[in-house]
Nanobody, 118 residues
Framework: QLQASGGGSVLVGGSLRLSCAASGRISVGWFRQASGKEREFVAAISWRDGSADYSDSVRGRFTISRDNAKNTVDLQMNSLKAEDTAVYYC?????????????????WGQGTLVTVSS
């Protein structure tokens, strides 16, 4: 079962690193859901070539990467803003292509809470 970890509380401008235990021929996506809002795409990485995609709201601040030694997919989050506050989920799909669509992902983790405050 997928499990996202690394969430916590941080001040505006701070950093956090999330991890998702995932390995093999799967592409991994990170999504987030703020209170009262729909779950939205954050970032994704392909298993085949490590290519990545980011939402406009996080591009340049977040970096998704695979750690093959640890069998994890990590999301490094820098310059955090209050609007990044959400429960973050990792999800996997058995395809090398990238997707922003929730329905394209098969397995979902339970999520980890990120709280950014001023």
């Amino acid at each position: 079962q997928l499990q996202a970890s690394g969430g916590g509380s941080v001040l505006v401008g701070g950093s956090l690193r999330l991890s998702c235990a995932a390995s093999g021929r799967i592409s991994v996506g990170w999504f987030r859901q703020a209170s009262g809002k729909e779950r939205e795409f954050v970032a994704a990485i392909s298993w085949r070539d490590g290519s990545a995609d980011y939402s406009d709201s996080v591009r340049g601040r977040f970096t998704i990467s695979r750690d093959n030694a640890k069998n994890t997919v990590d999301l490094q989050m820098n310059s955090l803003k209050a609007e990044d506050t959400a429960v973050y989920y990792c999800a996997t799909r058995y395809s090398a292509s990238l997707s922003r669509r929730k329905d394209q992902y098969r397995d979902w983790g339970q999520g980890t809470l990120v709280t950014v405050s001023s």
